[in-house]
């Protein structure tokens, strides 16, 4: 592979990780505006203090099932074979269906009434700006970090590894770019910081907005 066609490689696998970054930043504007105590996702014992309608939750169902969805998009189109592509949306498509009729029936079930009313208008996979409704919760940064840091290092691991993986088959040499080496040291710096100051200290803790949507609402009254 020749030094134009290395560049033009690159370029695309940049783009394709502007792919996989839009779908976490559909993650992050919906973890940012959620509490821990509302509707999980957890299959095998899914939990739920209170049902999220708001947000990115007023235009999908499943806005976290969209934003992985377009993660995957973005790591298979670097291998520019849109028959893989389309195949591994598909296929996360319809793996994120299954789990969804699971958590459904959990749903109806804790939720009743209200979760039938709001997912007889709100698609599940589709989003539709129909019945945008803002969001109850104001943004939280310490959310999002708590939740999404993991993410976003795996994002930078899995595009460092498929550039090895592609400069291997076009030229024979088991290498990472310089662009890619240096975005893997800086978010395994910049994770790896957040993991302990999670996991190991109080620093960050997860922000208590339990009372927020009833004094949003008594406020608003005023």
């Keep these: 592979m020749n030094q134009h066609s290395s560049l033009q490689q690159l370029k695309w696998e940049l783009v394709c990780l502007g792919i996989s970054l839009l779908g976490l930043a559909v993650r992050v504007m919906t973890v940012a505006y959620i509490s821990e105590a509302s509707s999980g996702r957890e299959l ?94 104001p943004f939280s940064m310490a959310m999002v970090i708590r939740r999404e840091y993991s993410g976003f290092f795996q994002i930078i691991a899995t595009f460092a590894f498929m550039n090895a993986m592609l400069n291997y088959a076009a030229q024979g040499v088991l290498a990472i770019n310089f662009l890619f080496q240096y975005l893997l040291i800086a978010a395994s710096v910049i994770c790896g910081a957040i993991w302990v100051i999670v996991k190991r200290t109080s620093w960050l803790p997860a922000p208590d907005r339990s009372n927020m949507k009833t004094s949003r609402k008594a406020s608003e009254q005023n």
């Design 44 to 137: 095998s014992a899914p939990q739920a203090e209170q049902l999220n309608t708001t947000g990115s939750y007023s235009l999908v169902r499943n806005p976290l099932y969209v934003g992985n969805s377009i993660i995957w998009l973005g790591v298979s189109s670097m291998m520019q074979l849109w028959w893989l592509s389309l195949s591994i949306l598909l296929i996360s498509l319809l793996y994120y269906r299954l789990i969804i009729c699971a958590e459904e029936y959990y749903l109806i079930t804790r939720f009743g009434r209200p979760y039938e009313e709001w997912a007889k208008k709100t698609p599940a996979l589709i989003p539709s700006i129909c019945h945008w409704t803002p969001p109850e919760l």
